[in-house]
Nanobody, 125 residues
Framework: QVQLVESGGGLAQPGGSLRLSCVAS????????MTWARQAPGKGLEWVAG????????YYSDSVKGRFTISRDNVKNTLFLQMNSLKPEDTARYYC??????????????????WGRGAQVTVSS
């Protein structure tokens, strides 16, 4: 079965950095686009970043452009989100998601069939 396990969350100060990792298993990781999404308390899901199977970046949300970088290691079956210049509004639970098929989707929301349990990111001074 598909498994997605996020790690790397925690507490950071404004302006600080964190790197999230998502270790994937149970499917041919290299064949699938992947995404990071986040949800803050009381708010809806925000599509943070997406990446295609061939390492091309699909999208970044406007709120994270220039600060976050999505990447992947298809040998290690791992998805990353490097988060720099963190802001308090980045505080959320961050989820790694796998689309339902191998499509190269152009628009969010992507048809995600599996999510990890998430990693909490808190940005506070």
């Amino acid at each position: 079965q598909v498994q997605l396990v996020e790690s790397g969350g925690g507490l950071a100060q404004p302006g600080g950095s964190l790197r999230l990792s998502c270790v994937a298993s149970g499917f041919p990781f290299m064949d699938y686009a992947m995404t990071w999404a986040r949800q803050a308390p009381g708010k809806g899901l925000e599509w943070v970043a997406g990446i295609y199977s061939d390492d091309r970046v699909a999208y970044y949300s406007d709120s994270v452009k220039g600060r976050f970088t999505i990447s992947r290691d298809n040998v290690k079956n791992t998805l990353f989100l490097q988060m720099n210049s963190l802001k308090p509004e980045d505080t959320a639970r961050y989820y790694c998601g796998k689309p339902a098929d191998r499509g190269t989707y152009l628009y969010t929301p992507w048809p995600i069939e599996s999510w990890g349990r998430g990693a909490q990111v808190t940005v506070s001074s």
